[in-house]
């Protein structure tokens, strides 16, 4: 922080980690379940909604359609996938390869 005010950097702390939980808790129930997930794009479409979401708090409703339409753009969109590797799998790309091969 730039300010020399305790306060201010308190309040500037608490602030952050308020973001971090809320951005943790829209991951955990929007881009979770999707196994070939980014987290670190999930995290960048979280901040580029960010005016959004905060424009949204103040409402219930519009909050639910806001986190609803987030989670949908996470689930259909690949803007949240990991890049597909053939040299280095990904993980999700490991284990899709041995439920295809036990079936």
């Known amino acids: 922080s730039r300010s020399a005010n305790v306060w201010r950097i308190l309040c500037e702390i608490y602030v952050k980690l308020l973001i971090i939980l809320i951005q943790h808790w829209i991951m955990l129930t929007g881009?979770?379940?999707i196994p070939q997930r980014s987290l670190t794009?999930?995290?960048q479409a979280i901040q580029e909604q960010a005016s959004h979401?905060?424009?949204c708090i103040a409402e219930r409703r519009s909050l639910i359609k806001c986190l609803k339409q987030l989670a949908k753009l996470f689930a259909s969109s690949t803007a949240c996938r990991q890049n597909?590797?053939?040299k280095?799998?990904?993980n999700w790309m490991r284990l899709q390869q041995v439920r295809e091969w036990r079936a």
């Open 31 to 33: 881009l979770w379940e």
């Open 88 to 90: 280095k799998p990904n």
């Open 53 to 55: 979401l905060a424009a």
């Open 41 to 43: 794009k999930g995290v």
């Open 84 to 86: 597909k590797r053939r």
